[in-house]
């Protein structure tokens, strides 16, 4: 009950009590030298001296007092800062390893916080937005997106959440001037600028209602970087009439500056009201459609509402719609996600390369922190005789421990305060890393807030304890007597010894877990770049021509595509041509439609459907897709022709079970189409995806005058793009094709998180290695210079130099050959968990073992070298004689 | 809580049976016990204060001494300490330790 008594010390003042106690001793001392015969000032001042060491006598009663605890600290502090300040070498060291170590958190948690946590700049309470999709019990992967109708009927019956935010990133061509570029932007609910609480810097958000009615509001709110950069802050903008997707939109508002919507990745140009969605999809008005799903979405719950909850009641809501609306909504439902889960933004695809990046960084901390543990011991003996001085004194081991423990703290806090320096220069690093895409203004900003600085703050406390602390329990257990020999000072006892060994070990180990990672992701990224998504990716250019913002019809669209393809199959180096709504890997979705086939029956709760494309005729060959049976469209697969289609072999195999499906029929949203051909699986969306139904349906048949436009050709995109650019302004001298790259290029933008993974593993696995090696080198530097005389010893006994190298090496490498050991064991158990990251590469792949054995061996080699070559020289008298 | 870990050496253990002895002939403040060890030993042992208030404080944690506030002789308030039941028990054992300390050395300073 020690500290209940301790408690009670503190407030009735221990302090005042021992003052009161010692003038009594001192006032009865001087009665005492009186009585002997001393004058009584002199027997005073006797007295006073015979108290002597009152500070000390006070130092160890005061332990039960909080406010010389606090004094203590003060001073702990200010020598500890004199420490620091005489041994600059040290401290820097220190503080470079630690600054390394905890700004690479701070950076990761600043990413994880801006891009994750709270990812929407002047969004408020984004602690209660959760993200809304749809669901599809029959297809894999079950994610669908909700159509406007299921939406409005889940807002109007739902009591969990306060706001139902829709929205859809959509694109256009922006031409202010005689400039025209790509933007991307939103169609948002009406109330979405007062649900997330942020409001226009310039005019309004957009009103109750102007989100209903076919194209019937066409109004646009634009960012402060449009404003600014394509208006040139224009005070006069709103109420101005601007173009977007072809129709004149007037400007309603200005965003504040700072924000850029509410998707992860991207920083958002304009938004207008889901009213404007047919515009924007060129024609197809989904408003109605009760089966057409476009919404992506976010809730607001209600303060103190779980999501388990909010899940709950809009399964209920969906499971009610799936009976009322059986045709269009068998086998829906809703999913609810927290927003660092949010599937249909790049949250997706970062998450597990943060969650990669998290683990990383912590390894090197934990790496940094060894070292600086490893510099403390040994600066330790250094400090031996002070430490032994203070503890004769009569200063209390546990002062001298929490001296230590104040002086890692100081070191740590001015490597946090680096650290958070560090993070904030890294702040742009994903967006550098992440390949660009045009039209695209990307942002995966880090955000350095309160949070991310107590985070920061809690690891600098943590790594203290992490690498003072041992170091601390040790100096301060020193061996009042065994300091007095001669020997003891100079390289520790052997229990600081064995720590230091330990600490090396999990150093080696540690870095080889983040080189096989590093290893394995590099196999990846080669694995993925060597796949084939089932298209030529060498040989074949794409772009897309949007005719529909250009103001064309259907039927003049219809012609200049046909015209562009004849004038571009003429060129030289160009083989074939073909346009299609889509091509392979966009970021932008396939339709999907609920198809029927005779004499396959679903199951009853589902609803199978098939994702598909609109091509022109030669499009397959064009992209080098092999047809297994059956031929592809053709010029006469026209509007005024039977309807076809082409199926995959995915398709193929689901639905008419090995059978060829050519000259059989398929119902696509309740229209026949009779298959003409079969064409090879290959990926349609990105590298990774699982294969599941796909199919074709002529352009002609399924119009859409915003299409891309595939090439193959000899030629580089660089050489071809004047040729294309001619022949479109010979057409049209109005329209520019957008940035026209090869398919490799458009596969490679799909691996960007693989690609980012790699940076982060191959960057800090290397720095991993640099600060165990000197971890290693510190350890054999202190082992020769302390068995110096063992050394010298046996050089006089006839050892030659190669024996004593021969002698630190082994050391060194059994070392670090237990440390490796280790290390394969942790990376066996820890590799799986990149999981997705890796493409077709085991986690236990021999090969990313091996060569992070190599390349930790290596380092270990180069960082004994230095003490080996200095063993060797041994000088047998002068290391005996010293 | 390293305090407790601390063991008692040699030389501590020796001011707590000389105070323990001192206290064991009744209540006495700081300076009394100071004075009286000096004395009766003939100023061979002198009581540093430096080491006599820490252990005084340390025992009355421990509960072998108890003290509190009084007005003396000369109307001084001096701090007071006892002897609690745990404290005699104590000094039993402290006693008995001191015997076996000497006799052993006694034995080695003969033997050599």
């Given at each position: 009950m020690g500290w209940i008594r301790r408690l009670r010390n503190t407030f009735a003042s221990a302090e005042g009590d021992f003052d009161e106690e010692r003038r009594f001793h001192i006032a009865e001392r001087t009665d005492d030298y009186v009585r002997r015969g001393m004058a009584p000032e002199a027997a005073r001042r006797a007295a006073l001296a015979r108290f002597g060491a009152v500070t000390l006598a006070k130092e160890r009663t005061g332990d039960a007092d909080m406010f010389r605890w606090i004094d203590d600290i003060r001073r702990d502090a200010a020598y500890a800062l004199r420490m620091l300040r005489r041994n600059p070498g040290f401290s820097l060291l220190a503080t470079l390893c630690l600054t390394l170590g905890i700004g690479a958190n701070a950076a990761v948690f600043s990413w994880i916080e801006g891009i994750l946590l709270r990812p929407y700049p002047l969004v408020v309470d984004q602690d209660r937005l959760v993200a809304v999709t749809g669901t599809n019990r029959g297809a894999r992967p079950d994610r669908d997106d909700v159509s406007w109708p299921d939406w409005i009927d889940l807002q109007r019956s739902s009591t969990l959440a306060d706001a139902f935010i829709a929205e859809k990133i959509t694109g256009t061509t922006l031409s202010v001037g005689d400039r025209a570029e790509r933007a991307t932007g939103s169609m948002v609910s009406a109330n979405y600028f007062d649900a997330i609480g942020v409001r226009p810097i310039l005019g309004r958000g957009f009103d109750a209602g102007e989100d209903s009615g076919r194209n019937a509001h066409p109004v646009a709110v634009i960012s402060y970087e449009t404003w600014q950069n394509r208006f040139r802050g224009d005070p006069d903008v709103v109420g101005k009439t601007q173009v977007l997707a072809g129709l004149p939109h007037t400007i309603v508002g200005v965003a504040p500056k700072g924000f850029y919507g509410t998707f992860v990745g991207y920083a958002f140009q304009f938004w207008v009201p889901a009213s404007m969605q047919g515009q924007f999809d060129a024609g197809v008005y989904k408003l109605e459609d009760r089966g057409a799903r476009w919404i992506e979405g976010y809730l607001r719950l209600k303060p103190g509402v779980t999501i388990e909850q909010a899940q709950a009641e809009m399964s209920s809501i969906a499971a009610r719609l799936e009976a009322e609306y059986p045709e269009t909504n068998r086998g829906r439902g809703v999913r609810l996600y927290p927003l660092w889960q949010t599937p249909f933004n790049n949250a997706a695809a970062l998450l597990p390369t943060l969650g990669v990046a998290l683990v990383v960084v912590v390894a090197v901390l934990l790496i940094a922190c060894a070292n600086v543990g490893n510099l403390l011991l040994l600066r330790g003996f250094a400090r031996q005789q002070e430490m032994t001085i203070r503890l004769s004194l009569g200063v209390g081991r546990a002062r001298l421990v929490r001296q230590l423990m104040t002086e890692g703290l100081i070191l740590a806090a001015i490597a946090a305060a680096g650290g958070l320096v560090v993070a904030r220069w890294l702040r742009d690093a994903l967006a550098l890393l992440t390949p660009p895409r045009g039209g695209v203004l990307l942002r995966l900003p880090g955000e350095i807030d309160w949070r991310v600085i107590a985070a920061s703050a809690a690891l600098c406390v943590v790594s203290t304890m992490l690498f003072a602390l041992a170091p601390a329990m040790i100096a301060s257990n020193v061996d009042l007597a065994g300091a007095l020999k001669a020997e003891a000072g100079v390289g520790g006892g052997h229990r600081s010894a064995w720590i230091r060994s330990t600490l090396v070990l999990v150093q080696m180990a540690l870095s080889f877990v983040l080189l096989v990672g590093g290893a394995l992701l590099i196999e990846s990224l080669l694995a993925v770049r060597a796949a084939s998504p089932g298209f030529s990716t060498d040989g074949v250019l794409t772009t897309s021509v949007d005719l529909f913002t250009a103001g064309y019809q259907p039927q003049r669209a219809k012609v200049f595509q046909d015209a562009l393809i004849d004038r571009l199959q003429t060129l030289a180096g160009v083989e074939s041509a073909a346009f299609s709504r889509m091509t392979p890997f966009s970021y932008r979705s396939y339709g999907t439609a609920p198809i029927a086939v005779d004499g396959y029956d679903a199951p009853p709760d589902r609803q199978p459907t098939a994702d598909y494309n609109e091509i022109g005729p030669a499009f397959l060959a064009t992209l080098g897709i092999p047809l297994v049976s059956g031929r592809e469209f053709t010029r006469?697969?026209?509007?005024?022709?039977p309807l076809v289609a082409v199926v995959d072999e995915t398709m193929a195999a689901q639905f008419w079970r090995g059978l060829d499906p050519v000259g059989r029929r398929v119902q696509v949203r309740g229209r026949w189409m009779t298959i003409v051909g079969v064409a090879r699986t290959a990926r349609y969306r990105n590298l990774l995806e699982t294969p599941s139904p796909f199919f074709y349906v002529p352009l002609r048949q399924n119009?859409?005058?915003v299409a891309a436009l595939q090439i193959r050709t000899r030629q580089s995109a660089a050489s071809l793009r004047p040729a294309l650019v001619r022949e479109i302004h010979a057409l049209d001298p109005n329209i520019a094709p957008s940035e026209l790259i090869s398919m490799r290029e458009q596969v490679e933008r799909t691996t960007a998180a693989q690609r980012i993974s790699v940076t982060i593993l191959v960057v800090f696995g290397a720095i991993a290695v640099m600060l165990a090696a000197v971890g290693l080198y510190g350890v054999m530097a202190a082992t020769v210079s302390q068995r110096a005389r063992e050394l010298a010893l046996r050089m006089a006994l006839g050892a030659r130099a190669e024996d004593l190298v021969t002698l630190v090496l082994s050391k060194a490498l059994a070392l670090t050959a237990a440390g490796m050991i280790i290390g394969i064991a942790a990376a066996l158990l820890v590799t799986r968990l990149l999981g997705y990251l890796l493409y077709r590469v085991s986690p236990r792949d021999p090969r990313a073992f091996a060569s992070a054995a190599i390349v930790i061996g290596a380092a270990s080699l180069v960082a004994c070298f230095v003490p080996a070559w200095r063993a060797s020289r041994t000088d047998p008298l002068r290391a005996l004689r010293g | 809580m390293l305090r407790r870990r601390r063991k008692p050496d040699a030389l501590q253990g020796t001011l707590d049976l000389l105070v323990l002895k001192t206290l064991s002939r009744g209540p006495q403040h700081g300076y009394g016990i100071a004075a009286h060890v000096e004395s009766i030993s003939g100023d061979i042992l002198r009581v540093e204060e430096g080491s006599l208030y820490p252990a005084l404080h340390r025992m009355e944690h421990l509960g072998w001494i108890a003290a509190d506030w009084q007005t003396t002789a000369n109307n001084r308030r001096a701090r007071i300490y006892k002897l609690t039941r745990a404290g005699l028990k104590r000094l039993d054992e402290e006693e008995l330790r001191w015997e076996r300390l000497t006799k052993g050395v006694g034995k080695v300073l003969r033997f050599a």
């Open positions: 006469a697969d026209d509007e005024a022709a119009f859409s005058a | -």
